[in-house]
């Protein structure tokens, strides 16, 4: 962006400030002025035209240097671009994409507007392959594929964080280019995000776009804004990228402060009437497309586990799905604290295969029955053996479901437990040594790679669950030859 | 006839014979059966006496061994004394021994050192003389590549410096040119801001006004009669004002 | 609306002045017992306003307040044009351009004028939102630029001549 004395000498316009209300700003003058430009202050200050009407423009002002009633304004002539390239990989950027203290320097390899119109039907692709995250919940149950828009929502401090964190180590460490937008968070949390992926590293695989809760709200409003186009920029290349918001019910909260001081007729909530239009065709943006996919988590935060808030409906309207944190699950200490029942994935098992397809309807029904016998259980009537097993069963199921926060489990590994619950391995033990033999399982899949290969080949080879369950039947020692039991005299 | 009365007759004789050994047999017996009990008899006496006599030998064994025990812990105190004496006579003889031995070691040494350090000078001598005409053609050799080395590094530095005077010296004197140059302006500025005089003043503005009304920037406004209010007309775009909504590209 | 005290205002601080005491005598209309009007007329507002006001009153017969808000309504009308200027112009200059811009623009208008020295002669015309530097700096800046080689030559030819003129006097 060239200086002040160059634009008011190019365009010939000029504007006076008449009025600030917090980040808005009112000026007269700029006759010529369109929607959206971008305006600068003689103070080198950046702002965006709102609105204007015949008298007065409505600015939002965006960097955080002071601006006083009667400073000059004048019009770029331009959209807000951001300088975008691969030089942005392992750095953390504010929303105009300004290296935060720390970080390299930006060389851009294009400049590209933060505003666009989202793809129509053509050049968009069907959602077709998996994204692996990691998590055993997710990947049998709400299974997510390259390309979906999967809302994350919970209560606050259920674990969605560790979630989200998780599932980036895992992609980044598979090539993926990982965007996290932090929206308006505390410094410290979008630090430790920072530190976080620098441990695990894969931080040269990964973007953090942030904007601090002290950063003007226009700041704050254009961080997911920024991070789709990055994101963009790296599909436009060929590559998969999985762009994770966090959070939309504070970008909401921002819009509706902006729009409030903007004087805009309040809607439900007090949020303006277009908060839908703001955020839809944000996330419309995302999707799977002839060059590259974006996997769009966009994270909601509800209020005592209501999902029929305004910003959660709105956002769950948008997505293809959303994964939900129960605080009742996470206080009873299940970590992943997501709830099978009510978690939803629209487009995530037409990119699985026919056998993942079996597991996840066949693991989901079971869910709902080992629930059913749970709550008979409470009334304290006897039971038969079938119930028992059921809830046997449906014990060992909920150890395999629990997952520390730093482990990502490929998903042959999970399949390969799986099965070894259904055909009885671990019928005979407790759930301590299933989760310490579990662990050994994964260990070993990990570091031997004639394991892997058997493993991996016998899963490939099947298209049916039942078949799988008899080959493992049949052949039990492939998994209790790994387990190093002591041998019954 | 006469062979069945010989028969018969050897019969008898057999029969008596057979009694006859039977009866010797019988006595036999009972003399082995009285044998045998003297025997037994004898033997519990005898056994009895040897148990009586090989306790008094086991006894006496012991007591003879209790005093030949005694003896010799005795005699072996008596020997450990003895040996501690003789081994303290070897170890003393041996000290006495090496001593000598040392001391005649040590003087050996002390006459040959000095015939070493009698002798070395002279080796040294010639060792040092040759290590230090091998150290001199060292040194003059480096001497030779430093002395090559310095020259040429200072010819760098000086080139560097010549080169580095060269463009602060250019830089300066833009630098110089340039606050000449501003002075100039600033004072062309003064001059002219005197020279120019109120009315002069005025007819630039007015033409500068002119000018603008040339350039179409300021216009006539049309007002609606009516309403005394200025009517709204639809104003030419400025030559940089237009700006494109931007769409994805496929 | 035809009145003297529109021939008074020239720049936007005579406008908010007269909008002023405007205000202050309409606001006094029917206060003490409508003689309200009289004592702002004699102590709130300047004397050739309250002279000429008072006059103007008294030749139009449409009534005080009507008159009042008429005045209003006009001066509402001005337009605001703003110049800066490299001197600080005379009442008699700021008379001549308010009539030529307003010739230009066919309305009445008002001049918010600004003092910048450094523009060194012509303006900076700013009208509704529009800009332009028709100052003397720009085209003398320029002009410097073009001619710098020019300039610095004769100054270091005019250095030499004056180096060849000490020698000379040392030497005699």
């Not at chain 1, 290296?99 to 129509?120: C, F, L, M």
């Not at chain 1, 990119?351 to 080992?370: D, G, M, N, T």
Request: proline share 3%; net charge negative; glycine share 6%.
């Amino acid at each position: 962006m060239k200086d002040f004395n160059y634009y008011l000498e190019d365009i010939g316009e000029i504007g006076f400030i008449k009025e600030i209300v917090h980040s808005i700003a009112y000026a007269s003058g700029l006759p010529d002025v369109h929607p959206n430009e971008v305006v600068l202050f003689e103070s080198g200050t950046v702002g965006q035209v709102i609105s204007f009407d015949m008298d007065v423009v409505e600015i939002l002002i965006l960097t955080g240097t002071k601006v006083k009633v009667g400073t000059r304004v004048v019009r770029t002539g331009e959209l807000l671009e951001v300088p975008v390239g691969n030089s942005l990989l392992g750095n953390m950027v504010d929303p105009l994409v300004n290296p935060v203290a720390g970080a390299s320097t930006i060389k851009a390899d294009k400049y590209s507007p933060i505003d666009t119109q989202p793809h129509g039907i053509v050049g968009r692709e069907q959602v077709n392959e998996p994204l692996e995250t990691g998590v055993t919940l997710i990947d049998l149950v709400v299974p997510i594929a390259k390309g979906q828009r999967e809302l994350v929502i919970g209560d606050r401090k259920t674990g969605k964080a560790s979630l989200l964190l998780q599932v980036m180590g895992s992609q980044a460490a598979k090539g993926t280019i990982c965007i996290y937008a932090a929206i308006g968070q505390r410094l410290i949390e979008i630090n430790s995000k920072a530190e976080y992926f620098k441990a695990k590293g894969v931080e040269k695989n990964t973007i953090i776009v942030a904007s601090s809760a002290s950063d003007p709200a226009g700041l704050i409003f254009l961080t997911p804004y920024t991070a789709m186009t990055i994101a963009e920029f790296f599909r436009d290349q060929g590559k998969d990228v999985l762009l994770i918001l966090d959070d939309m019910s504070t970008h909401a909260r921002v819009y509706r402060e902006i729009s409030l001081l903007a004087k805009r007729f309040p809607g439900r909530s007090s949020y303006p009437g277009d908060i839908f239009y703001v955020q839809a065709r944000l996330i419309e943006r995302a999707g799977n497309y002839k060059t590259g996919s974006i996997t769009c988590l966009p994270v909601a935060e509800s209020i005592l586990g209501d999902l029929s808030g305004y910003i959660q409906t709105n956002l769950m309207a948008m997505t293809d799905g959303h994964i939900f944190f129960d605080i009742d699950l996470y206080n009873e200490g299940k970590r992943p604290a997501v709830s099978p029942f009510l978690s939803v994935t629209r487009v995530g098992h037409q990119a699985q295969s026919l056998l993942l397809k079996e597991i996840s309807r066949e693991l989901s029904s079971f869910l709902v029955k080992y629930d059913r016998m749970k709550q008979f259980m409470h009334f304290g009537a006897e039971v038969g053996e079938n119930v028992r097993n059921i809830i046997e069963i449906g014990a060992k199921i909920d150890a395999f479901f629990n997952q520390p926060p730093d482990s990502s489990i490929p998903i042959n590994v999970n399949v390969l437990i799986l099965i070894g619950i259904w055909t009885g391995i671990w019928n005979e033990v407790d759930t301590a040594v299933l989760v310490r033999e579990m662990n050994h399982l994964i260990k070993i899949y990990s570091e031997d790679e004639k394991f892997r290969k058997q493993i991996d080949e016998i899963i490939n080879s099947h298209n049916n669950l039942s078949e799988l369950i008899n080959t493992f039947r049949l052949n039990k020692e492939i998994i209790l030859s790994r387990l190093d039991r002591p041998k019954k005299q | 006839m006469e062979v069945n009365v010989i028969i018969f007759y050897i019969g008898i004789l057999l029969i008596v014979a057979l009694v006859l050994l039977l009866i010797a047999l019988v006595i036999l017996y009972l003399r082995s059966a009285n044998n045998l009990q003297k025997l037994k008899e004898e033997k519990e006496t005898n056994w009895r006496a040897q148990m009586s006599s090989a306790q008094a030998t086991v006894k006496k064994v012991i007591e003879d061994a209790h005093t030949n025990a005694g003896q010799i812990v005795g005699s072996a105190e008596i020997f450990k004394k003895e040996q501690i004496d003789k081994v303290n006579i070897e170890i003393n003889k041996a000290i006495t021994h090496y001593t000598e031995n040392y001391n005649r070691v040590l003087v050996n040494l002390q006459n040959e050192m000095v015939n070493v350090l009698k002798n070395t000078p002279k080796d040294i001598q010639v060792g040092v003389v040759k290590q230090l005409q091998i150290l001199r053609d060292t040194l003059q050799k480096d001497l030779a590549t430093s002395r090559k080395d310095v020259s040429d590094l200072i010819e760098k530095e000086y080139t560097k410096m010549h080169n580095d005077l060269e463009s602060y010296k250019q830089a300066k004197v833009a630098q110089l040119d340039k606050s000449i140059f501003k002075i100039i302006q600033y004072v062309s500025r003064r001059v002219l801001t005197k020279e120019i005089n109120a009315e002069e003043h005025e007819k630039l503005v007015i033409k500068a006004l002119e000018e603008a009304k040339r350039q179409e920037m300021i216009k006539t406004e049309i007002v609606d009669t009516d309403s005394n209010q200025p009517v709204n007309t639809k104003q030419e775009l400025g030559k940089n004002s237009q700006v494109n909504t931007p769409k994805p590209q496929i | 609306m035809q009145s003297e005290i529109f021939s008074k205002i020239i720049t936007v601080e005579d406008i908010d002045k007269v909008s002023d005491e405007l205000d202050i005598l309409l606001a006094s209309l029917y206060k003490e017992k409508g003689r309200g009007l009289e004592s702002a007329l004699k102590y709130n507002v300047r004397a050739w306003f309250s002279e000429m006001l008072k006059n103007e009153i008294t030749n139009n017969n449409i009534g005080v307040e009507k008159y009042l808000r008429q005045m209003k309504k006009e001066l509402a009308q001005y337009t605001e044009v703003t110049l800066i200027l490299a001197y600080e112009p005379s009442l008699s200059s700021m008379e001549r351009f308010q009539s030529v811009l307003k010739s230009y623009i066919g309305k009445n208008v008002a001049l918010d004028i600004s003092y910048m020295p450094n523009l060194l002669a012509g303006a900076v015309i700013i009208y509704k939102g529009r800009y332009i530097d028709l100052s003397l700096k720009r085209a003398f800046e320029e002009e410097l630029q073009k001619n710098r080689e020019e300039i610095m030559n004769l100054l270091v030819d005019e250095s030499e001549n004056n180096n060849q003129k000490s020698n000379e006097i040392q030497i005699t």
